[in-house]
């Protein structure tokens, strides 16, 4: 069992756990995620490890209620016990060699973004982060960032927090204005991670997209989270997360995204109604 030692809420959807795992924590790198389940007869989540303590033996997971699994996670407390919380699952992201990078972070991708731009920023790398919200009162990890970046451009779409626009607006003046990255990592909304690659497929640069696609076993056998990529069929779970931004097929990921949407708000509602009952 897998003691919650600490729960706080980021935002009015986003909700951050540490979780006492001492094996997980052992083996744990950026870019890396675990699979969890509430209980016996849970559901299998993937969740982006966030960070680690491999002293303390704790790993930080940040999760968005959307569907059933986070409603249900959301209600759980410290002290309580989650029934499996399995890894790390996935390639760590190769942050060797590269001098100068760019990390640009939508939303709830800014939690997976953190702990690649923590990694970069401790190993010496010249760490310019971008991270855009919808507006100020959904903003996570603000002083983490400041804490883990050489600069720290900061985007909202109505202007409440940081520039208003958005981030590719954001990272075009950048390159615009002479600076120039080894590689620039994206994490972020599908459409978004799109059009940073489109850009910077414009100006040459390397680029990195974190996928996160409908996921069930993590290891590769259920082919839930395939994805196309320079014409070959990939795994998200175990070729990835992280993958040639250049080479993937957004427009088939996107489409995917959403085959179970429906369901996902359906089994979200249904949830909802059952711990209002129970509050009655």
């Keep these: 069992m897998y003691r919650i030692l600490e729960k706080r809420k980021l935002n009015p959807t986003v ?3 540490k979780i006492d795992a001492p094996a997980v924590a052992k083996k744990a790198n950026p870019g890396q995620f675990i699979i969890l389940r509430t209980d016996a007869d849970g559901e299998r989540i993937p969740l982006t490890i966030a960070d680690y303590d491999r002293t303390a033996g704790s790993v930080t997971i940040i999760f968005q209620i959307v569907g059933a699994t986070t409603e249900q996670l959301n209600h759980m407390e410290a002290g309580e016990c989650l029934h499996d919380f399995v890894g790390p699952l996935g390639r760590a992201t190769e942050t060797d060699g590269k001098k100068k990078v760019a990390v640009v972070g939508g939303g709830v991708g800014c939690a997976i973004a ?5 990694k970069f920023f401790e190993q010496g790398t010249e760490v310019h982060t971008i991270a855009g919200f919808r507006n100020s009162e959904l903003v996570i ?20 927090w940081g520039e208003k626009g958005l981030v590719t607006d954001a ?3 950048l390159i615009e204005s002479g600076e120039q990255y080894d590689e620039v990592i994206t994490i972020g909304p599908l459409p978004m991670m799109k059009f940073v690659c489109k850009l910077t497929k414009e100006f040459g640069i390397k680029t990195v997209a974190s996928m996160n696609p409908i996921m069930i076993d993590g290891t590769g056998m259920c082919g839930g989270c395939r994805l196309t990529v320079g014409g070959e069929t990939k795994f998200a779970c175990v070729d990835g997360p992280e993958f040639d931004g250049h080479l993937i097929d957004f427009d088939e990921a996107i489409a995917r995204s959403s085959m179970y949407k429906p369901f996902e708000r359906a089994a979200h509602e249904a949830t909802c109604n059952l711990f209002a009952k129970e509050v009655k």
């Design 141 to 160: 990890l603000e002083d983490e960032f400041a804490a883990a970046s050489t600069r720290f451009v900061k985007m909202s779409d109505d202007g409440s």
């Design 15 to 17: 909700t951050l756990m």
């Design 114 to 118: 953190y702990p690649v731009a923590k």
């Design 171 to 173: 990272l075009r003046k």
